[in-house]
């Protein structure tokens, strides 16, 4: 059975042009929901033990906004979608159509807002792979975890186990033109064993 810790160039090469895909997809949806123009840079792919993660996204007991959604259809597993915190306020306050408030709390409004972005963009991450590989994939409901990294990746990692301890993560940033602001996000894509198998054969490199 592959796992996401012994995967070979060509298939991690089909993976990064799958990412890249739902990262032009995420970048045009955020454009709809903001009303900016976006522009990506090139997507970083990084394959990691979930554990590991936390200090790619910001410090260890720096607070973050995570969305999650489990993963049903022809693959199954989570997906997170995450923010460190100053992103998740920017965003927030984009999508509300709201000056901007570095020191402003994290409320409900907010809260519901970040909830919304990462419906949206996780859905649109998980379409580009529906379309690129011809598979079927239906998303949860969104939760919202807002917590220190290190707490809220630790809640995922216990949920899935020893057997899927590794990660797939996106790090895409967004340039807002019309603000002239960078805010970068992370996808993170927790397979389980059999979805992995089935999406490398989906892009032909099984």
Known sequence: MANLSTLKDRQLDALRETANIGAGHAATALSQMTGNTIMITVPTITIAALEDVPSQITDSEE?????????????????????????????????????????????????????????????????????????MLLPSPPSLAVDMSTAVLTTAFLQFGTDHDMVFAVETQFFFQDAGERLRGFFLLLPDGASLQTLLRAVRVA
């Open 63 to 135: 607070p973050i906004a995570a969305v999650l959604m489990h993963m049903l259809g022809d693959l199954t597993g989570r997906t997170l979608l995450v923010f460190p915190r100053p992103t998740a306020i920017r965003l927030a306050h984009l999508m509300l159509r709201r000056p901007h408030n570095p020191n402003a709390d994290f409320g409900d409004l907010e809260q519901s807002a970040i909830k919304e972005a990462g419906n949206i963009l996780s859905g649109a991450y998980m379409n580009a792979l529906s379309e690129f590989m011809g598979l």
